[in-house]
T-cell receptor
Framework: KNQVEQSPQSLIILEGKNCTLQ??????????LRWYKQDTGRGPVSLTI?????NTKSNGRYTATLDADTKQSSLHITASQLSDSASYIC??????????????FGQGTILTVHP | DTEVTQTPKHLVMGMTNKKSLKCEQH?????MYWYKQKAKKPPELMFV???????INESVPSRFSPECPNSSLLNLHLHALQPEDSALYLC?????????????FGPGTRLTVT
């Protein structure tokens, strides 16, 4: 069964600090891994999308890494801002089979940035 | 333009009402999705349309009825809902159904069933 697990479930940091969120997956056959940011009551917004051959990708203060061998990904947030407070969801897409067209979502990490 | 729009933003309905949610995109995407999201949970896939044909139905109760009138529009018709159906309903679209393409999400409709 395809699964995506994220840690920690929640995280509180002070403004200006860095943090790293983790994602482990067992989705096969692997197509790509995405990180989404979701503000409360809003739709998810894509931060990065990485395929098998990519091991790092940046989007401003967000840097995602992917280790396809160990099936792990991380999202590093640099110099956090109050607006970074949100849920961060790791999402994995399968190449085909019964999961064709479907995404496997992690439970999300709720990040709270305090002033 | 990478925007998916959804209307209404909020909807309150009784269990005997009939209402519809609307989703629109003008990115030329041929796959469109409905998700249901409960508080502090990830989105759950409900339906997928590919080239205006229903491709995936995740065993959703018949009180939810999707419709794709054309390649830009996706509707979700609601009838005789239950209070446990209260949730954020998200629409998304992607270039095609293939997993390599980015899914763009709309802002959602917050549904409350009384």
């Amino acid at each position: 069964k395809n699964q995506v697990e994220q840690s920690p479930q929640s995280l509180i940091i002070l403004e200006g600090k860095n943090c790293t969120l983790q994602c482990n997956y067992t989705v096969s056959p692997f197509s790509n891994l995405r990180w989404y940011k979701q503000d409360t009551g809003r739709g998810p917004v894509s931060l990065t999308i990485m395929t098998f051959s990519e091991n790092t990708k940046s989007n401003g203060r967000y840097t995602a890494t992917l280790d396809a061998d160990t099936k792990q990904s991380s999202l590093h947030i640099t110099a956090s801002q109050l607006s970074d407070s949100a849920s961060y969801i790791c999402v994995v897409s399968a190449l085909g089979g019964t999961s064709y067209g479907k995404l496997t979502f992690g439970q999300g990490t709720i990040l709270t940035v305090h002033p | 333009d990478t925007e998916v729009t959804q209307t209404p933003k909020h909807l309150v309905m009784g269990m005997t009402n009939k209402k519809s949610l609307k989703c629109e995109q003008h990115m030329g995407h041929r796959a469109m999705y409905w998700y249901k999201q409960k508080a502090k949970k990830p989105p759950e896939l409900m339906f997928v349309y590919s080239y205006e044909k229903l491709s995936i139905n995740e065993s959703v109760p018949s009180r939810f009825s999707p419709e794709c009138p054309n390649s830009s529009l996706l509707n979700l018709h609601l009838h005789a809902l239950q209070p446990e159906d209260s949730a954020l309903y998200l629409c998304a679209s992607s270039q095609t159904l293939a997993g390599d393409y980015e899914q763009y999400f709309g802002p959602g409709t917050r549904l409350t069933v009384t």
